[in-house]
């Protein structure tokens, strides 16, 4: 297949992996009330995901209040639990990349889920390399965080052919509306994720 497009980052969450919302676990084996998690997930650990805080220490400093008694390393173990990788979409971006497309993980995570991905999923065998909110400070529905993601492909690039000379090379792949306005923003090329047959079409025009 000859592809216009040089790059494509794609969400992680939904699309390259299916699992249970960390809250929503939580609350059903554990009977922790949406009421009791709602101060931190969205207080600190909004502040994870852009690389200003540690969870390990933010969970310290909560676990209490959730009745959790076991250790900081156990809830985190607990919450990285579940996760699935899509076979389908597995084998889409190998095919891709054997076509000479580099593909990416473009993701709202915190530094330890992150290393979980990469380590324990092994998805650092799936990707081209990842493009995490951690580490770039701004989460997807920042148009700021897709300056970043442009900034360092061109870094990644092996060759001049395999440069990024056009924003529109670049394919944004996510399910959320907020992420892809912010990628539309910086002009990249976008796909509303709904299921991988969709997508396959979307690829073939």
């Known amino acids: 297949m000859i592809m216009k497009y040089k790059a494509i980052p794609f969400d992680a969450d939904g699309l390259i992996i299916h699992s249970?919302?960390?809250?929503?676990?939580?609350?059903?084996?554990y009977g922790i009330t949406w009421e009791t998690l709602k101060p931190f997930f969205q207080g600190p650990f909004q502040e994870c995901k852009?690389?200003?805080?540690?969870?390990?220490?933010?969970?310290?400093?909560?676990?209490?209040?959730?009745d959790w008694k076991d250790s900081v390393d156990a809830l985190l173990a607990f919450l990285f639990q579940g996760d699935v990788v899509d076979e389908e979409i597995k084998n889409l971006v190998s095919t891709l990349r054997q076509d000479g497309v580099?593909?990416?993980l473009a993701t709202n995570q915190e530094e330890y889920r992150e290393r979980y991905l990469e380590n324990e999923l092994r998805l650092n065998e799936i990707f081209n390399g990842f493009f995490v909110s951690a580490r770039l400070g701004?989460?997807?529905?920042?148009?700021?965080f897709f300056e970043e993601v442009m900034a360092n492909l061109n870094e990644a690039s092996i060759n001049t052919k395999?440069?990024?000379?056009?924003?529109?090379?670049?394919?944004?792949?996510?399910?959320?509306?907020?992420?892809?306005?912010?990628?539309?923003?910086?002009e990249l090329s976008t796909h509303t994720f709904q299921d991988i047959q969709t997508f396959k079409n979307f690829l073939k025009k």
Not at 20 to 29: D, G, I, M, N
Not at 138 to 144: E, F, G, I, S, T
């Open 20 to 29: 249970p919302r960390f809250s929503e676990r939580l609350q059903k084996e």
């Open 50 to 66: 852009i690389g200003k805080a540690d969870l390990k220490n933010e969970l310290a400093k909560t676990m209490g209040a959730w």
């Open 102 to 104: 580099r593909c990416y």
């Open 138 to 144: 701004y989460l997807k529905n920042d148009p700021r």
């Open 162 to 186: 395999s440069m990024i000379r056009e924003r529109e090379e670049i394919l944004f792949v996510d399910h959320d509306k907020e992420n892809i306005d912010a990628a539309e923003v910086m």
